[in-house]
């Protein structure tokens, strides 16, 4: 049975501190040799195509890219029949999907014979998350994922697919995760990548005020107002979350040695401005590069034991 990767909380501790491990340590270049992996996108990408792209090439392996047009999941074909004839050729799926239970339907029409990683989906952006612990380690605890326990991280807007794995990702580590948005743009509860249902570990605030949620934090971050998918929206989002905009005052009220996380694409002079994007507490290049590393510890974890 091949691993997934679908979720932050799908994973095992252990698996997750293995992931980060084998995300910046040296490896072997053969560890996909003459294999696949299809990278199918139903949403636009920039990082994520770059940096699976990347990855699965230095780990020895090919990368063919899918476009929503192409594969046309229960358009064109089912989900099913597009799982069943990727898992003839390929070693591994990594999608960007609109709707997180095509994975599962995959997984069982493949009996589970091709690994899946989700690129995105309306309920996760896990790989991000593994991005962004690697950041927060490398700046506040020397590289050590481990040493997170007790840092204060706020998320300030529209809580997302990425909020959510974020937050999971932050909690399991012992980090206190605050999230700041407006009614009907707040984390809910239930679903796949729920913090809200984790014990131990950090703890999670939810306030609907972004001064009071970014108040003494060591970290902010932002994501956009309007995800793929939500461009029907733009104007009342643009409204509704108007009071949420990362500004130099709001960082003001975090400790002055804070630093500033966007997943990126930034829509400069919505959630962010320019003046806080590209401070210098701005760390959104640093989560770019580990991008990169992510996906080396994602799929050097998938092929660990297969
Ligand atoms: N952060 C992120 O996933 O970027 P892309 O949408 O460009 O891949
Ligand atoms: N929440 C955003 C993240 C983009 C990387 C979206 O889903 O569009």
Known sequence: MSRHFLTIADIGDRDLAAIYEMALSPFDDTTLQGQGVALVFERPSLRTRASSSSAV????????????????????????????TLAQMYAICAARIRHHEVFARMASATQDQMSLINLLSDVAH??????????????????HVKDLAGLKVAYVGD????????????LRLGVDVTVGAPEGYQLTRGGLEDPSS?????????????????????????????????????????????????TTQLMDHAKPTAVLLHCLPAHRGDEI??????????????????????MLGVLRWIKEET
Do not use: C
């Not at 090439?57 to 594969?71: M, N, P, V």
């Not at 809580?159 to 932050?170: D, G, H, Y």
């Not at 001064?211 to 309007?226: C, E, H, L, R, S």
């Open 57 to 84: 090439s230095e780990l020895g392996g090919f990368a063919t890219f899918f476009s929503d047009e192409e594969i046309g999941l229960d358009t064109r074909e089912s989900a099913e029949d597009v799982g069943r």
């Open 126 to 143: 896990p790989t991000q998350a593994v991005a962004d612990v690697l950041t927060l380690a490398e700046h506040f605890a020397d590289g």
């Open 159 to 170: 809580a997302t697919n990425v909020t959510r794995s974020l937050a999971v990702a932050l």
């Open 198 to 246: 984790l014990s131990g570990g950090g703890t999670l605030r939810l306030t609907d005020s972004a001064v009071n949620a970014v108040a003494g934090v060591d970290a902010v971050y932002t994501d956009a107002w309007v995800s793929m998918g939500f461009e029907d929206e733009a104007a009342k989002r643009r409204a509704d979350l108007a009071d949420f905009r990362v």
């Open 273 to 294: 401005t320019d003046e806080v994007l590209d401070s210098a507490a701005s760390l959104v290049w640093r989560q770019v590069f580990h991008r990169r590393s992510a």
